[in-house]
């Protein structure tokens, strides 16, 4: 059985999501961590997850892109306002008798959108320390900003009571150095479809390397489907290639790779 530790199912037509469910259960697929990033994809994560809750966990965030309508505010705006958005998806969740396993996905990018650095590191922030207070495990982007995301989850795992005591990088892509930075801050690492492509070789060996109990697995559904299906759609029930390929770098077992990677979620993620 497999655990798909990053999906955006709440992208997909409403109509798509019956053959999805089915075609995962098929491809061994057991559970699915849902993702929303911002606030219709929030509302749509947790209509779905209350109707498929047998297989999908939730996880809710606001995101970078979430940070470009706030390029300019005052820092106590954009608290202000936050603080409201995620108290109201926090009790949408609590009407529909959803669970929140994780907040997520947040985090930085700086390849995409350098110019609003600021308020993404404001947005992210606040965000980890909500995380931190509920007791809730992060799951976080990272691209080009390896320095900001450490400065800003150890700064909220060192000070002030709480802990950010885990959370995962997703679909990872960083270097090594960085790699090595979180899984000593108590991090798990998440490993994509991208593992797959031809030029993803860092991606690769990180993948051989990450401790056994730290590495998960995921689709990032729709996006980076794995070889041999690169640029289709991508969606849970292709996590079994994700897994094979882990299997090959790491010479185990593939039922290894999948028990362990499951096992390892299902503690992150406090799913069972
Ligand atoms: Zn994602």
Known sequence: MLF??????A????????GIVKNAISAGVSDVMCTGHEQIM????????????KMLHCALGYDRDCAKAYAGVSRLEIVRAMEGLIAGMLQQAAQKHVRVAAIGEIGLDYHYSPETAEPQKILFQL?????????????????????????????????????????????FTGSAEFASKVLNMGFYIGIS??????????VREIAKYVPEDRLLIETDSPYLSPMPDRGRVNEPARLESVARKVAEIRGIAYEKVAEMTRANAIRLFNCM
Do not use: M
């Open 4 to 9: 798909d530790s990053h999906a955006h199912l």
């Open 42 to 53: 929030n509302e749509r994560t947790i209509e779905i997850c209350a109707r498929y809750h």
């Open 127 to 171: 965000q980890v320390e909500s995380a931190v207070g509920l007791g809730l495990p992060v799951i976080v982007h990272c691209r080009d900003a390896e320095q900001d995301t450490l400065e800003i989850l150890s700064a909220v795992s060192g000070g002030g009571g709480g802990r950010v005591s885990c959370g995962v990088i997703h679909c």
């Open 11 to 18: 992208s997909f037509p409403d109509d798509k999501l019956d």
């Open 193 to 202: 479809g991208i593992v797959t492509f031809r030029n993803a070789e860092n």
